[in-house]
């Protein structure tokens, strides 16, 4: 169709064998090698996990979502607009 990219696939990282501070390296490490056109969707297993992501994320100016999903803590990002800024360099994300 004119004009329509094409869906979006989402990429989804499972992180539930990941306790913390494990789990949010991963987590870290997920976001920073996430191509930043399709939406990111981290699962989590640990409430605590899931706080300290959110804070880091605020810190970083990351828009993000989470919910509960079963025994389970999901957190998603959204793609990032071209006029965004970028993600912060590697080395000051972890």
């Given at each position: 169709?004119?004009?329509?990219?094409?869906p979006e696939l989402t990429v989804?990282?499972?992180l539930t064998?990941?306790?913390c501070p494990l789990a949010l390296v991963q987590a870290k490490l997920s976001i920073r090698d996430w191509?930043?056109?399709s939406p990111l969707e981290l699962l989590l297993a640990e409430a605590?996990?899931?706080a300290d992501l959110c804070?880091?994320?605020d810190s970083q100016g990351l828009p993000h979502e989470q919910?509960?999903?079963g025994a389970f803590f999901q957190l998603r990002l959204m793609?990032?607009?071209p006029d965004s800024a970028d993600l912060p360099p590697a080395k000051e994300m972890l």
């Open positions: 169709m004119g004009g329509q990219g094409k989804r990282v499972d064998s990941y306790r191509p930043r056109q605590s996990s899931l804070r880091w994320l919910e509960r999903q793609p990032l607009q």
